[in-house]
C-alpha cells in the first residue's frame, strides 16, 4: 500500500528539486514536459511547490485543489509514475539529494482537460448509477421521517471502511481494467454499491446487484488490487468487489437473502418539565456594572511573573 510517512514531514527535502510536469494545451493540442526548479522546507508537499510555481514562476500552470488537507480529493495527480494526492505527499517522500527530480502528471485513465485538469464527469456518472444513497420500500418514512433507522455496532464496523472514500479518484486512475474498458464501473462505484448492499439500512439491494451483475461491472475486475495500493483513506474497493461477487453467486443460486433489515427507533419518550433554577443560580448580569469590570485589573500568577489583564466587554 502507498501509504503515508508519518515521520515524511521531519525529514529534510533536498534545498532545491526539479519538479517536471507534463503540460498539456487543448486549444494547440499540444503536449509536453516542463521543468522548474523550486527551493524546498522541511514540511513542504507537492501541492506547495505546485502552488509556487503557479504564484511565483508560471502563472499559466492549471491545476485543481481545495481544502489542502487530504479531505477533499481534489488534488489527485500521478506524482513518480503512483498516483496520490499532492497536498498529503511530502516532497521528503518522493525526492532526495541523489535524485531531486520529481515527475507530476495528470491521472491516468481520465480525459484530460488542461495540463493536471482531468475531467470527472464520467467518473461522476458512474457513481450516480450505482444509486449511492439509502433507498426503502416505505418512501414516506423515508421523506418524512418519524424516527432514525437503526443500526448495531457491529453492522456499522461491517462497512465503516467503505464510508471512508473521498472520491479522489485514485483508485481509477490505478486500474487496469479502467485503462481498457472506459465502460467499466471502476473500483470507486463498485466499492460504494457495495457499501449499500452490505448496509442493513437499505432495501434496494437487489437493485445494485442486477447493475453489479454486467459485462462492465463486477465480473470485469481482474483483481489486480492497484485500486487498493493507491487509496489515501485506507479503503479496500478489490476487497469490497471480491466480496461483492461472492454475494452475486450465492444470490444468483437462490441462496442469498439480505440477513436482516433495520428497524426504525422507537419517537424518544417526552421531557418533564425542566424544574426551575434556585435563587442563587440565577443570572446577575442585570446588578453587573460592566463599565467598572472593564477597569479593575485582572492579575494571572504565571511562574513568579505577574500578568495583568483587563476585561474587554463586547455588546
Given at each position: 500500500?502507498?501509504?503515508?510517512?508519518?515521520?515524511?514531514?521531519?525529514?529534510?527535502?533536498?534545498?532545491?528539486?526539479?519538479?517536471?510536469?507534463?503540460?498539456?494545451?487543448?486549444?494547440?493540442?499540444?503536449?509536453?514536459?516542463?521543468?522548474?526548479?523550486?527551493?524546498?522546507?522541511?514540511?513542504?508537499?507537492?501541492?506547495?511547490?505546485?502552488?509556487?510555481?503557479?504564484?511565483?514562476?508560471?502563472?499559466?500552470?492549471?491545476?485543481?485543489?481545495?481544502?489542502?488537507?487530504?479531505?477533499?480529493?481534489?488534488?489527485?495527480?500521478?506524482?513518480?509514475?503512483?498516483?496520490?494526492?499532492?497536498?498529503?505527499?511530502?516532497?521528503?517522500?518522493?525526492?532526495?539529494?541523489?535524485?531531486?527530480?520529481?515527475?507530476?502528471?495528470?491521472?491516468y485513465n481520465f480525459p484530460v482537460i488542461r495540463d493536471?485538469?482531468?475531467?470527472?464527469?464520467?467518473?461522476?456518472?458512474?457513481?450516480?448509477?450505482?444509486?449511492?444513497?439509502?433507498?426503502?420500500?416505505?418512501?414516506?418514512?423515508?421523506?418524512?421521517?418519524?424516527?432514525?433507522?437503526?443500526?448495531?455496532?457491529?453492522?456499522?464496523?461491517y462497512l465503516e471502511e467503505f464510508t471512508l472514500c473521498?472520491?479522489?479518484?485514485?483508485?481509477?486512475?490505478?486500474?487496469?481494467?479502467?485503462?481498457?474498458?472506459?465502460?467499466?464501473?471502476?473500483?470507486?462505484?463498485?466499492?460504494?454499491?457495495?457499501?449499500?448492499?452490505?448496509?442493513?439500512?437499505?432495501?434496494?439491494?437487489?437493485?445494485?446487484?442486477?447493475?453489479?451483475?454486467?459485462?462492465?461491472?463486477?465480473?470485469?475486475?481482474?483483481?489486480?488490487?492497484?485500486?487498493?495500493?493507491?487509496?489515501?483513506?485506507?479503503?479496500?474497493?478489490?476487497?469490497?468487489?471480491?466480496?461483492?461477487?461472492?454475494?452475486?453467486?450465492?444470490?444468483?443460486?437462490?441462496?442469498?437473502?439480505?440477513?436482516?433489515?433495520?428497524?426504525?427507533?422507537?419517537?424518544?419518550?417526552?421531557?418533564?418539565?425542566?424544574?426551575?433554577?434556585?435563587?442563587?443560580?440565577?443570572?446577575?448580569?442585570?446588578?453587573?456594572?460592566?463599565?467598572?469590570?472593564?477597569?479593575?485589573?485582572?492579575?494571572i500568577e504565571v511562574e513568579d511573573r505577574r500578568i495583568?489583564?483587563?476585561?474587554?466587554?463586547?455588546?
Open positions: 500500500m502507498v501509504g503515508i510517512d508519518p515521520k515524511a514531514a521531519t525529514k529534510t527535502p533536498p534545498k532545491v528539486v526539479t519538479i517536471r510536469v507534463r503540460r498539456y494545451n487543448p486549444v494547440s493540442g499540444r503536449e509536453w514536459w516542463q521543468e522548474y526548479k523550486v527551493e524546498t522546507h522541511r514540511g513542504m508537499t507537492v501541492l506547495d511547490a505546485l502552488l509556487k510555481i503557479k504564484e511565483e514562476i508560471d502563472h499559466t500552470l492549471v491545476m485543481r485543489y481545495s481544502c489542502r488537507m487530504g479531505v477533499c480529493g481534489s488534488c489527485g495527480m500521478v506524482i513518480n509514475g503512483t498516483p496520490r494526492l499532492a497536498c498529503q505527499t511530502q516532497i521528503a517522500e518522493v525526492a532526495d539529494e541523489a535524485n531531486p527530480v520529481i515527475t507530476v502528471e495528470p491521472l493536471l485538469l482531468t475531467d470527472f464527469t464520467s467518473f461522476f456518472e458512474k457513481h450516480r448509477k450505482v444509486m449511492p444513497y439509502l433507498i426503502r420500500n416505505d418512501r414516506e418514512e423515508q421523506e418524512d421521517p418519524k424516527g432514525q433507522y437503526l443500526m448495531s455496532r457491529e453492522d456499522y464496523e473521498i472520491s479522489c479518484g485514485l483508485c481509477y486512475a490505478a486500474c487496469p481494467v479502467a485503462a481498457i474498458d472506459p465502460d467499466y464501473l471502476g473500483p470507486q462505484a463498485l466499492g460504494y454499491l457495495f457499501r449499500y448492499v452490505i448496509d442493513t439500512r437499505d432495501e434496494a439491494w437487489e437493485m445494485r446487484l442486477k447493475i453489479a451483475d454486467d459485462e462492465h461491472g463486477c465480473h470485469r475486475c481482474h483483481y489486480a488490487g492497484t485500486c487498493s495500493m493507491v487509496c489515501p483513506k485506507v479503503v479496500d474497493p478489490a476487497q469490497a468487489i471480491q466480496r461483492l461477487r461472492s454475494i452475486l453467486f450465492k444470490y444468483k443460486l437462490g441462496l442469498y437473502r439480505k440477513k436482516k433489515i433495520s428497524g426504525i427507533s422507537p419517537p424518544p419518550k417526552e421531557w418533564k418539565p425542566r424544574k426551575p433554577l434556585p435563587p442563587e443560580a440565577k443570572p446577575v448580569s442585570s446588578e453587573v456594572d460592566y463599565k467598572k469590570l472593564e477597569e479593575e485589573p485582572v492579575v495583568t489583564l483587563r476585561h474587554k466587554i463586547y455588546e
